[in-house]
């Protein structure tokens, strides 16, 4: 949207009092049923700004909340809010979206300009903007060679490009991407994760659903994960991974003085075990990982602890994922 | 401001306003099928039938009435005659909506075209308004937009018309039959088209719809007696546009039992567009 449109920009009244403060995208106890089977069963979620993951297993009901979010079907209970509003009831706030589908499918007799162009027009862009803003979008994802060429001829990774593309041509403030990294090559892969985290750093709202997590992972450390219709967990990794009480977060030093290290580490409240391994690092474990991080520089400092290097072995996506999905 | 600390606010972009979503759906639809030479020989060629006319009316004033009597309805002015040339155009018709019609939902559906439709501000009316209008176009096209001409031509080169009739009452029939049926038939199309994903079996099944019904419909009558025609789709309208034109019934029973079965497959057509068009992607 250019400044002068933006400008031109009106109020049309107050969004819902209740919404959430903060929330972009909001849903509240939805549910989703498809004849005899529910898809999602009474879930609430908030989406801010940044770039969030949707996570979850095949059949989980992923794909059926992210098109509650994007407005694309209606909850068969509560409801989905965006900027406080019901989006299916004022289709003009699809303006401030972006929805990149999963699907390969594609008008595959139009160019990748003409496909822009269409999609353009259909989102009420004013005609003299609409040539320069194709241009503009297909050049920065690297299709500019390949604007006048039918889509039908185009690699997967072109195709996956030009979905996007679509997707920002008119600069949405919500971006919604299904499996957006599906058959790129990793350069492209690259590209595209590069342009994710800058939109996201940008301010806009950006929705990702992913199965594979260590892509999701190179994009965000925040995530919503849905399990048999429900969500499970939602936030930071980080910090999803340190409710896990059952599960002590397992922290690896490498030091000079293993055991002066490891002998300090042991007398903390906040840390449950500790013990040396194979390769002569000290493995703490905590279940209280935010708290232990938080106090973790002091402690060094204080007591003059010499460590070259600190990983924590599983607060990676995956193992979030795992613990809480039991798979 | 970041973006975060909007709220929501209406989109009113400065300069011209942009076109409906309805209106950008129908220009694409109706400017593609254009670029394609063969299709382009195809409207020509639905135009022959209005030039034989033409000519034969030009013929008929200049030699009289034998030539008149040789033309028939083809050398008819009147609102009857200008009926049964529509009635002629009628194998076009069905040609060009096959063609330009079949795909019209069926591609959407294969090409995973209504997630990204939905997924923009336009509602379920603006996209049947605006793949209904391609199909109504074309319609148009072939039927009204000859006979409005051949109305004008008419009252130019005869004598025996009055202006009211040739210039008005004339076209006004033409034009409500045509919205009127094209309208239907446009929404009966979009329903079948929305029924597959491949277009073959949507233009076999328009095929059906419009010659096959016929010929059924006859052999039916030949045993079960002239109310077996209501199973002839195309010729209901024929049937019913008979009132509008003062022309003589097609069928053997009262137009209104046409403009009720027309009226109830139209309203069929839209309810099950309602449930059919969805955005939701099938992931291959």
């Known amino acids: 949207m250019t400044e002068d449109a933006r400008a031109a920009e009106v109020s049309i009244g107050a969004a819902d009092p209740d919404a959430a403060p903060g929330a972009v995208l909001e849903a509240r106890r939805v549910s989703k049923w498809f004849g005899e089977v529910i898809a999602v069963n009474g879930s609430s979620l908030t989406v801010g700004p940044g770039v969030t993951g949707l996570l979850g297993l095949n059949g989980a009901g992923k794909t059926t909340l992210f098109k509650l979010l994007a407005g694309l079907i209606e909850p068969s209970q509560g409801e989905v809010l965006v900027y406080g509003r019901r989006l299916r009831r004022e289709v003009g706030l699809f303006r401030r979206i972006g929805f990149c589908p999963e699907s390969e499918a594609m008008p595959d007799w139009l160019t990748g300009r003409e496909f822009i162009a269409l999609m353009l027009r259909l989102m009420g862009t004013p005609a003299p903007q609409i040539g320069p803003r194709a241009d503009a979008i297909l050049a920065r994802l690297h299709l500019a060679d390949a604007a006048h060429r039918r889509i039908g001829g185009y690699s997967k990774g072109m195709r996956q490009k030009v979905k996007m593309a679509q997707a920002l041509a008119h600069d949405p403030d919500i971006v919604f991407l299904d499996e957006p990294l599906n058959g790129m090559d990793p350069v492209s892969r690259h590209e595209i994760i590069a342009l994710v985290s800058e939109l996201g750093r940008a301010g806009k709202t950006i929705l990702v659903s992913s199965h594979i997590l260590p892509e999701i992972e190179t994009m965000t450390r925040n995530i919503v994960l849905i399990h048999h219709g429900k969500v499970l967990a939602e936030g930071d990794i980080t910090e999803i991974r340190d409710l896990i009480r059952d599960r002590p977060t397992i922290v690896a030093f490498t030091s000079s003085d293993p055991r002066r290290l490891a002998a300090f580490l042991a007398g903390q409240e906040l840390v449950v075990g500790v013990e040396l391994d194979d390769r002569g690092r000290v493995v703490a474990r905590t279940d209280h990982a935010v708290g232990f991080y938080r106090a973790l520089p002091a402690w060094l400092l204080a007591e003059g602890l010499p460590v070259e290097e600190i990983e924590t072995l599983d607060d990676s996506l995956q193992a979030v994922f795992d613990y809480l999905v039991g798979d | ?284």
Not at chain 2, 50 to 59: D, E, M, P, S, W
Not at chain 2, 128 to 140: M, P, Q, R, S
Not at chain 2, 202 to 231: D, E, K, N, Y
């Open chain 2, 1 to 284: 401001m970041p973006v975060y600390e909007r709220g929501y606010r209406h989109w009113e972009p400065s300069g011209r306003a942009p076109a409906a979503p309805w209106w950008v759906i129908a220009r694409r639809g109706i400017l593609s099928p254009l670029k394609r030479r063969p299709f382009l020989l195809l409207l020509l060629l639905a135009w022959v039938p209005a030039v034989v006319k033409g000519t034969i009316l030009y013929f008929s004033v200049q030699s009289g009435d034998l030539l008149k009597l040789l033309g028939g309805t083809w050398a008819d002015v009147d609102a009857a005659g200008f009926f049964a040339f529509i009635e002629r155009q009628d194998s076009f018709v069905m040609i060009l909506l096959a063609i330009v019609g079949s795909p019209l939902i069926a591609r959407d559906r294969a090409e995973n075209g209504h997630a990204l439709y939905f997924a923009r501000p336009l509602t379920l009316f603006d996209y049947v308004a605006g793949k209904g209008l391609i199909a109504l176009f074309y319609i148009l096209v072939v039927t009204l937009a000859p006979v409005l001409l051949l109305a004008i031509y008419g009252y130019l080169v005869t004598s025996g018309a009055t202006g009211f009739d040739m210039l008005l009452l004339t076209p006004l029939r033409a034009t409500v039959f045509c919205l009127l049926t094209g309208a239907s038939l446009s929404l009966v199309l979009l329903a079948l088209s929305a029924a597959g994903r491949r277009t073959v079996f949507v233009v076999l099944g328009w095929l059906l719809l419009f010659s096959g019904t016929q010929i059924i419909a006859r052999i039916l009558s030949l045993f079960g007696g002239p109310w077996m025609r209501v199973f002839d789709f195309r010729a209901q309208y024929f049937h019913a546009g008979s009132v509008l034109f003062g022309a003589s019934p097609r069928l053997d029973y009262p137009p209104l039992i046409s403009w009720l079965l027309i009226l109830g497959w139209t309203i069929g057509a839209w309810v099950f567009l309602r449930r059919r068009i969805r955005p939701v992607e099938v992931v291959s």
